[in-house]
């Protein structure tokens, strides 16, 4: 179903605490993406990566963290530093090195919620 | 940096009425601007695209238009049906070598019985 996978798709999260959020994608895409989606607010930028062991900061990335050490995996670690991490989380992939191919795919997304 | 602005924020339209969801954005430099549709509960699933040398695309009921001078580019939806309820969201990118997809902040359309 669309060929990539967040979970889990329901998380709680204690206050202070360290939350990672999965995102595996078996579409041999380069790029990468994590959104952040409030009510009223549309998808916003977290962190992206065009390339393994390479990511860039999006509009809202304090509080946030990731790693790409694989091509098929791009977790995002939202830290105690985020100071109103409730939101839905959507990962996305593409293929960023074809012009024929620039569809981005999303996950089915991962509903945080700090209790 | 790279700003798509979209709108109506919300929209609602007789079923068999058509809608129109306008967006502008910023970098001259985007070159392909998708259309996303998301039920509720649901992922964005792509529903239209277009490429910056491609003045308007058709599919069924669904059409997109730009204006690469004006930087603004559009979605028109025909004979609308209560399916078509849904939160849609523009984007814009350059590509095909990188840079990241900005979207919109997403149009709630409510088709009327």
């Known amino acids: 179903d669309g060929g990539i996978t967040q979970s889990p798709k329901y998380l709680f999260r204690k206050e202070g605490q360290n939350v990672t959020l999965s995102c595996e994608q078996n579409l041999n895409h380069d790029a990468m993406y994590w959104y952040r989606q409030d009510p009223g607010q549309g998808l916003r930028l977290i962190y992206y990566s065009q390339i393994v062991n390479d990511f860039q900061k999006g509009d809202i990335a304090e509080g946030y963290s990731v790693s790409r050490e694989k091509k098929e995996s791009f977790p995002l670690t939202v830290t105690s530093a985020q100071k109103n991490p409730t939101a839905f989380y959507l990962c996305a992939s593409s293929d960023t090195g074809s012009w024929s191919v620039t569809e981005a795919f999303f996950g089915q997304g991962t509903r945080l919620t700090v209790v | 940096g790279e700003n798509v602005e979209q709108h109506p924020s919300t929209l609602s339209v007789q079923e068999g009425d058509s809608a129109v969801i306008k967006c502008t954005y910023s970098?001259?430099?985007?070159?392909?601007f998708p259309w996303y549709k998301q039920e509720l509960g649901k992922r964005p699933q792509l529903i239209i695209d277009i490429r910056s040398n491609v003045g308007e695309k058709k599919d069924q009921r669904i059409a997109v238009t730009l204006n690469k001078t004006a930087k603004h580019f559009s979605l028109h939806i025909t004979e609308t049906q209560p399916e078509d309820s849904a939160v849609y969201f523009c984007?814009?990118?350059?590509?095909?070598?990188?840079?990241?997809?900005?979207f919109g902040k997403g149009t709630r359309l409510h088709i009327l019985p």
């Open positions: 970098d001259s430099a985007s070159n392909y």
């Open positions: 984007a814009a990118k350059k590509g095909p070598l990188g840079d990241k997809i900005i």
